[in-house]
């Protein structure tokens, strides 16, 4: 039976997405967000699984933490040559694995902790951000068989082929603690499934995982890879990851702000926007930025360093709650994900379309993470 890959087949779209986060920066295990996902098992079919977590590698938190996917010793070998002229290795090892009945053909999956050389970043004139971004498109697009799929500091994305709870307890997630979690259950949309397309989708710090299916796809990614970006996965969380990178790292937007672009008021409700100022500004997001505005059913939860963001489609075509309890915040596509982990709760709505809930460390949890 011959490969397919992503864009050559369709299957109807369902998805489950979950997050938990601490503003206190307690480090908390992972099985809370494998319980969590796990109560929505029946939203995805086995076809994708993954998490992502922050503040999971303190002892290393000045580093880029590297994960990657290898089809083969020749692109290993291949993209450790290449990384030795980027940056100063300081750590590598296999990612520890559980090995588990349902996840099947495993790549080489390897994680390195990096910094990049001072002589070289100095001689690219380029920050330290944009330097190692270009070095993970480089590997991404040029080294087959080779796919940097986590590229932050203090955080790391793990996913596979499979439902999330085997996935989760592949990866040993137990054993890793963090302030937020991420995960995400896939039912794709136009692709067979295979372990870099599974969510989430991380670019550095960010990482995304999405329920949806976005029209604009093609408008989305012929603009952001003006800018350098590659789509590689031809995969609408994949162009959601670098609209939100090129908006608030490249453009210096807020989250808000972004928010507004990707899922931006209709023009007649931005004309009946009392507060002059505020009009003005939805006015001009929504014009200097049209190509990036996100059309279709989406509900998403952005993981960034010290905070998350959940964010809905202008129509809330997709669903999603968010509930609190104390200083925890929590995002899932279903009340009964949330209440599996937290049943005595603060707080619990549903966010409306277009309104982004971004929660982010308190002082105290500012200082927890620093150490």
Same mark, same amino acid.
């Given at each position: ?35 969590? +996902? ?5 939203? /995805?079919? &086995?076809?994708?699984? %993954? ?5 999971? =590698? !303190? *002892? ?82 040029? +080294? ?5 799929? /986590?590229? &932050?500091?203090?955080? %790391? ?5 499979? =439902? !999330? *709870? ?206």
């Amino acid at each position: 039976m011959a490969l397919l890959f992503e864009g050559e087949t369709r299957i109807p779209s369902g998805c489950a997405i979950s997050g938990i986060f601490d503003a206190s920066g307690r480090r908390m295990d992972g099985s809370s967000i494998i319980r969590s +996902i796990s109560t929505m098992h029946d939203r /995805s079919n &086995g076809l994708g699984g %993954g998490f992502a977590g922050y503040g999971i =590698y !303190p *002892e290393y938190k000045q580093y880029y933490a590297l994960h990657i996917f290898y089809s083969s010793l020749s692109a290993k070998h291949e993209t450790e040559l290449f990384l030795e002229t980027k940056f100063d290795i300081v750590n590598l090892s296999k990612i520890p694995v559980r090995k588990h009945p349902r996840i099947h053909d495993e790549p080489l999956i390897w994680r390195y902790f990096v910094a990049p050389l001072q002589t070289k970043l100095a001689a690219s004139q380029l920050d330290e951000l944009e330097y190692t971004g270009r070095a993970v498109n480089h590997v991404n697009s040029m +080294i087959d068989g080779a796919f940097i799929f /986590s590229s &932050g500091k203090n955080m %790391g994305v793990f996913k596979a082929v499979g =439902y !999330p *709870e085997d996935v989760g307890e592949f990866y040993r997630l137990d054993e890793y603690a963090g302030y937020a979690w991420t995960a995400h259950g896939r039912y794709p949309t136009n692709t067979p499934g295979w372990w870099g397309g599974a969510h989430p989708f991380a670019f550095l710090d960010w990482t995304v995982v999405h329920n949806g299916e976005i029209s604009s796809y093609d408008a989305n990614r012929r603009f952001v890879e003006m800018f350098g970006y590659k789509c590689n996965l031809q995969t609408d969380t994949e162009v959601i990851t670098y609209i939100i990178d090129y908006l608030v790292r490249k453009q210096g937007l807020t989250l808000t702000e972004a928010a507004k672009v990707i899922a931006a008021p209709f023009w007649e409700t931005i004309s009946k926007i009392e507060d002059e100022k505020q009009r003005r500004e939805a006015e001009f997001l929504r014009r200097q930025f049209s190509e990036l505005l996100v059309t279709g059913p989406f509900s998403i939860i952005l993981g960034f360093n010290g905070g998350l963001m959940a964010l809905n489609d202008r129509l809330k075509l997709r669903s999603m709650v968010a509930a609190q309890k104390g200083c925890v915040t929590y995002f899932a596509s279903e009340e009964c994900a949330i209440r599996v982990v937290e049943s005595d709760l603060d707080k619990i709505w549903s966010p409306r379309g277009g309104e982004p809930v971004v929660v982010e460390l308190n002082e105290e949890g500012k200082r927890n993470v620093a150490g």
